[in-house]
């Protein structure tokens, strides 16, 4: 007898879920699926620089981008058509969870950084850029000459 292997959540033993249900558990999913096609990410800041950490597991650093454009950094990853699973060999997923797709995410950058300095260090699929600050500029004081 074959058993197919399906994703089930029962809402706490509950089997009928109402048309109501329906609609927003296909809404949420779809924020869900949206969050898992972009890596997930730690913004973290220190005195001297903000780094940002992003999960890329299955892209290499040949596939990842980085790029600053007008005070947005970009962050792209594409895949390798060779690397795509497919279905061969008369295969079919069951459960198909893992995603291996392009995606490219943005984000603002604060005022006060060294914009051509950032780097970035990719290793064990997580990718770190780091965002040096520039140094905080203090209000110097201006000698005042008495005219002779």
Same mark, same amino acid.
């Given at each position: ?6 994703? !089930?959540?029962? +809402?706490? $033993? ?22 898992? +096609? &972009? %890596? ?6 220190? %005195?001297?620089? !903000? *780094?940002?950490?992003? =999960? ?7 596939? &990842?981008?980085? *790029?600053?454009?007008?005070? &947005?950094?970009?962050?792209? $990853? ?6 795509? =699973?497919?279905? +061969?060999? $008369?295969?079919? !997923?069951?459960?198909?969870?893992? +995603? ?31 965002? %040096?600050?520039?140094?905080? =500029? ?11």
């Amino acid at each position: 007898m074959a058993h197919d292997v399906t994703r !089930y959540n029962d +809402r706490n $033993g509950r089997r009928d879920l109402s048309l109501f249900d329906d609609f927003f558990d296909s809404m949420l999913g779809a924020w869900d699926n949206y969050s898992a +096609r &972009v %890596p997930a990410v730690d913004i973290e800041e220190t %005195p001297e620089n !903000y *780094t940002i950490k992003a =999960e890329m597991p299955g892209f290499s650093e040949n596939n &990842v981008k980085i *790029t600053v454009d007008k005070h &947005v950094l970009h962050i792209s $990853g594409t895949v390798d058509e060779t690397e795509k =699973e497919k279905d +061969r060999d $008369g295969r079919k !997923y069951l459960i198909k969870e893992r +995603r291996h797709e392009s995606f490219e995410r943005s984000f603002s950058l604060p005022d006060g950084l060294d914009e051509s300095a950032i780097s970035a260090d990719f290793k064990n699929g997580v990718l770190e850029i780091t965002l %040096p600050k520039t140094p905080e =500029e203090k209000p110097r004081q201006i000698e005042v000459k008495i005219g002779k």
